[in-house]
């Protein structure tokens, strides 16, 4: 069963918040006696506090601190699937920008504060469209009015071939240089494969942008489920910080620099 982090954070905030504040407001007051209020009642009432109140009030500013950096400003994520290779492999670590397309409500993803929209050739992290949860990766494609065409392996935006450079064959793939708007990355494309590897033409609609992952035989993307709605957008990845395969192996910082 996946967890959702960002709703568990925010309830454990509000309900530390609430306890510690109940506790500051209503429940102090009570547990004072006359006797008490001389020069040592601090004291007195620190050792007769609640242990639910004394773990509120220890971890409702920890949990405040985490909640702001992750929601507003910047968020760790682990990539899960090859999807994107050679852009990112299986283990790396990244950090996420969250206020690079606006501030945006934590769980709820309303945006209350625009800042930039996504571009070609972002990587971008969003919610699958079809659960509203689990986390993505993949590059945008396309943005609002654009005219998708995949076709032979081909990819085609607003009717013009988005060129791709020959770079190397690594069999079963061979790796290309593609140049989407400003950002030039690599690309994977399965030697030999035919039959349909998610052809089609699409249309993005407003408020909305198609994906498509670098590894593009391997990929499920906007080509299989459709386009991603603006609330789902979380944020643009901009640096791998640390790669670690598996809890068997030893981390590595060999891979750490910027996404491109």
């Keep these: 069963m996946d967890i959702n982090f960002p709703l568990v954070l925010v309830v454990l905030t509000f309900a530390t918040g609430l306890i510690w504040l109940l506790d500051v407001v209503v429940l102090r007051k009570g547990r004072r006696a006359p006797e008490q209020e001389t020069a040592n009642a601090e004291e007195s009432e620190a050792a007769k506090e609640p242990y639910l109140v004394e773990l509120s009030r220890s971890f409702f500013p920890v949990l405040a601190i985490v909640l702001v950096l992750r929601s507003f400003l910047v968020e760790p994520f682990q990539i899960p699937s090859g999807s994107m290779l050679p852009t990112l492999e299986v283990g790396d670590f990244i950090l996420v920008n969250k206020f690079a397309y606006g501030l945006r409500l934590p769980v709820a993803g309303t945006k209350i504060f625009a800042v930039d929209d996504p571009q070609r050739g972002d990587v971008m992290v969003f919610r699958y469209p079809d659960d509203g949860t689990t986390n993505y990766i993949k590059r945008v494609v396309g943005v609002p009015g654009d005219r998708i065409r995949y076709q032979d392996h081909q990819l085609f935006v607003n009717g013009e071939r988005v060129e791709a450079e020959f770079v190397a064959r690594l069999p079963p793939v061979e790796m290309l240089r593609e140049q989407l708007g400003e950002t030039e990355h690599l690309i994977f494309r399965t030697m030999g ?30 080509r299989y489920w459709g386009m991603v709605p603006d609330n789902m957008v979380v944020g643009k990845a901009f640096a791998i910080w640390m790669h670690w395969q598996s809890f068997t192996s030893l981390p590595s910082f060999d891979r750490v620099g910027s996404i491109d």
């Excluded at 035919?194 to 993307?221: A, I, K, L």
């Design 193 to 222: 494969r035919t039959g349909n590897g998610g052809e089609g033409q699409w249309t993005v609609g407003d408020d909305e942008y198609f994906m498509m992952g670098d590894n593009r035989d391997n990929s499920n993307d906007s």
